[in-house]
């Protein structure tokens, strides 16, 4: 149901797409498909001039709309498997561009906070904002010791104004479910969800601030990229402050030129520095674009530094979306479509009765017009978002994350190719790939492994004698027990059941493979012979060799 607020914005957003000729588009929606005769009889269209391209129309609108809207705009470009490419390269140009609140406004949010004068926390605070967005406006200041920072407020009554059009927006995503064909599988209240978490983790400057810090800690010992310091004792949830840095923007080229910066060696640094990200770190700043970068040329032979700022978008990967994303990478590069729809299968990316070979075949009508050029005139992001949309095909449930990775990768591919056009992304993004992929899927990785879980491993080992006795009595009583749901697995309990005396061997030899393992961890205090292993490790694995051996013997 409608509430008055509701429907008279739902009159002026009307009168917005009458203005810039976009009230058209609604005709061309299945819902009001028959009625379009209507366009005809309504006057503004009679004497209305030629018409801007449709996406140019829809943008100009959200911009009337407000700050909100464009925020939701801003997000919704990055949904290039919900809307056409026109209109998706059209949102991304929407500017996050505010007129600025009163700095007395900002003066007593800031007194609320603290519950005391601006004048004790602050040794100087400049009323003038530096910036203002949708969410939030920043000042500059010092504090007591002299130390210039920033201090970035939240706008008053935007928690209103977001919860109003929230549940307009809501309206219209529902609606579209209802009477657009593809509203069910497309979810477009799923995708009002996403931005109602998004734009209210924004509202929270205590979380903006806790990413900056953990984005500080993974690069503290990089001289490439410099995170500003937050003064956590003067954080608030409607107030950050943080250390104020400068430089030039970074798409300035013409100033990075004149301070002496190397473009090639700084366009190749940011696709490393986003890469060691995702990969070393599974935490990426998901809001890359020119107006969050700035550049501090180096000095005395120093390299150039980035220095990112706004930091309320940040994504992560996990383990498996990491290891599944970097071998996609390794196998596209290596024209292995086969290899790409199989790891898509076994990641639960697409249904598990996905037949590989059509996927195969529909990626590679999608990727070899792409790898038929330089590898350095392909675009990485054009290439997942267009197999992410040829994956939609086979029922691909795309994960958010990898939207913001997809959109994250554009932004750094436009900014690189900006400063050197000839850049190279695959020969940058490299280095701290397989290094990654060493570390993760090589020995170094198992070894690690057998290191971190061996304290757990040897505490739990006196437990395994008493625990496989007890395997082997209730065995014995026949008090071991497989349920089981299928035909199939009740003959295959059958089959387990008659061998319970190799199922005995097989848990003894696991056994005596996990004690191995242990011994050779703890090489350095057993006696050693037969070359550099101990002799536990030699007696175990074989008897573990031997068990084994009777246990797939043939009846």
């Known amino acids: 149901m409608m509430t008055p607020g509701q429907l008279m914005r739902v009159l002026v957003i009307q009168r917005i797409l009458i203005r810039h000729g976009a009230d058209e588009l609604l005709f061309t929606t299945p819902l009001l498909r028959s009625l379009q005769f209507l366009l005809y009889l309504l006057p503004w269209n009679w004497f209305r001039n030629k018409r801007r391209p449709r996406a140019e129309r829809i943008r100009a609108v959200i911009e009337d709309l407000g700050p909100i809207f464009v925020k939701f705009g801003q997000i919704l470009s990055t949904r ?19 007129p600025p609140f009163a700095g007395a406004t900002a ?3 800031v007194e609320r906070s603290f519950q005391k004068p601006v004048a004790e926390i602050f040794a100087h605070f400049d009323e003038t904002p530096l910036a203002s967005a949708s969410i939030a406006q920043v000042h500059a200041a010092s504090v007591a010791d002299g130390r210039d920072v920033i201090v970035k407020v939240v706008r008053p009554g935007i928690r209103r104004v977001i919860e109003h059009d929230l549940g307009l927006m809501y309206l219209v995503a529902g609606m579209a479910e209802r009477y657009w064909p593809r509203g069910r599988e497309l979810k477009p209240t799923g995708v009002v969800a996403e931005f109602e978490k998004t734009i209210l983790d924004e509202l929270d400057l205590l979380r903006e601030a806790a990413n900056a810090s953990q984005l500080r800690r993974n690069f503290r010992d990089s001289d490439r990229i410099y995170v500003a310091e937050i003064h956590w004792e003067l954080c608030r949830r409607d107030v950050m402050v943080m250390e104020r840095i400068s430089g030039i923007r970074i798409d300035d080229v013409g100033a990075l030129t004149a301070a002496g910066v190397d473009l090639k060696q700084l366009a190749e640094d940011g696709v490393r520095i986003f890469f060691t990200q995702v990969f070393r770190d599974h935490f990426f700043h998901a809001d890359m674009h020119p ?66 070979d059509d996927f195969e075949f529909a990626i590679r ?20 978002l267009r ?62 492994t057998v290191r971190e879980e061996m304290p757990r491993w040897a505490a739990r080992l006196p437990q395994l004698p008493a625990m496989l006795m007890q395997i082997v009595e209730k065995t014995r009583a026949g008090e071991l027990e497989l349920r089981t749901r299928s ?25 005596c493979l996990i004690g191995a393992t242990v011994l050779l961890g703890l090489g350095g205090h057993a006696p050693r ?23 797939v013997r043939p009846d």
């Open 291 to 356: 107006g969050n970068l700035f550049v501090r040329p180096g000095v005395g032979g120093r390299p150039a530094q980035y220095l990112p700022v706004d930091f309320g978008i940040m994504g992560s990967l996990s383990a498996v979306d990491q290891r599944y994303l970097a071998e996609n990478f390794r196998a596209f590069l290596r024209r292995d479509y086969r290899r790409v729809a199989e790891l898509h299968v076994e990641s639960g990316w697409v249904p598990k009765d996905t037949r590989v």
């Open 487 to 511: 035909e199939q697995l009740e003959q295959l309990g059958g089959e387990l059941r008659r061998g319970n005396g190799r199922l005995v061997l097989a848990v003894i030899a696991c056994g």
């Open 80 to 98: 290039r498997d919900l809307l056409p490419d026109d209109i998706a390269e059209e949102l991304a140009k929407l500017q996050d561009a505010v």
């Open 387 to 448: 197999l992410f949309q040829t994956a939609q095909r086979f029922h691909m449930k795309i994960l958010p994350q990898l939207l913001l990775l997809q959109k994250t990768l554009v932004n750094i591919e436009g900014i690189g190719r900006q400063l050197y056009p000839d850049l190279d992304l695959w020969a940058a993004a490299q280095p701290p790939l397989e290094q990654w992929m060493s570390e993760r899927l090589g020995p170094r990785r198992m070894v690690r």
């Open 365 to 384: 009508t999608v990727c070899e017009p792409i790898f038929d050029r330089p590898l350095r005139r392909i675009s990485f992001g054009q290439l997942l």
């Open 107 to 109: 003066r007593r949010i």
């Open 529 to 551: 012979m037969l070359g550099a292993l101990p002799l536990g490790t030699w007696l175990l694995g074989g008897l573990a060799l031997a068990l084994v051996a009777l246990a």
